[in-house]
């Protein structure tokens, strides 16, 4: 699955004709500094994108990218950032409800996961209340090269057991991990 084209188109606080243009959508969400940009821009082949979490501004909105024409990428504001206020952290988190648990919005939800880390109580929280709604959820088990190689395959064996009724991808985009299967699954 080839890149032909990746172009930002908006970004949105709310509700917009964007969203119903019949346009399948591909939400991604993550903990902030799960390396959601990064993924983004591995994924388009290019270099800047999404913003990082770490850069104010848009990461307060929805951002929607184009890609081939044919899909968008819903780039949803990443989450339990602890250097957001508490005023600013309830109105992203109502953003990111509002998208992901609004009916009318059917998109299928890449959740990343730090595969280092492991599933934060975030992390856990979301999938369930995904779950909950029936939503195709995919899992990425990001940053996949923190593991060591001699552990990885443990590691992503006993993740993929975890989220069981779930799609599950190690990748990495520092090291060029997973990214072709992952394009292959939102983009198919
Ligand atoms: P975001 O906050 O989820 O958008 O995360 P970023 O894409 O800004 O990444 C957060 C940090 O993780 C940055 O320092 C990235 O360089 C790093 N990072 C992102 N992807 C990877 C990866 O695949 N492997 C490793 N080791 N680090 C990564």
Not at 51 to 59: D, E
Request: proline share 3%; net charge positive.
């Amino acid at each position: 699955m080839n890149i032909q084209s990746a172009t930002f188109k908006k970004g949105i606080v709310g509700d917009d004709e964007i969203l119903h243009d019949e346009t399948p959508q591909v939400a991604f969400i993550g903990r902030s500094n799960a390396g959601k940009s990064s993924l983004l821009n591995t994924l388009c082949n290019k270099k800047k994108l999404a913003i990082s979490s770490k850069t104010p501004g848009r990461t307060k909105e929805i951002n929607i990218f184009l890609i081939n024409e044919t899909h968008y990428f819903v780039d949803l504001p990443g989450y339990g950032y602890a250097k957001v206020s508490g005023s600013v952290a309830e109105k992203l988190y109502g953003l990111i409800n509002w998208y992901l648990f609004n009916s009318e919005h059917r998109p299928k939800v890449v959740v990343l996961i730090d595969a280092f880390v492991g599933p934060t109580k975030d992390d856990l929280v979301i999938i369930e209340n995904l779950e909950e709604v029936h939503k195709d959820i995919v899992i990425v088990l990001n940053k996949i090269d923190k593991v060591k190689s001699s552990k990885r395959l443990k590691r992503i064996n006993e993740l993929t057991k975890q989220f069981s009724n779930h799609k599950v991808f190690a990748c990495s985009s520092q090291e060029k991990i997973g990214i072709e299967e992952l394009r292959a699954e939102v983009l198919g």
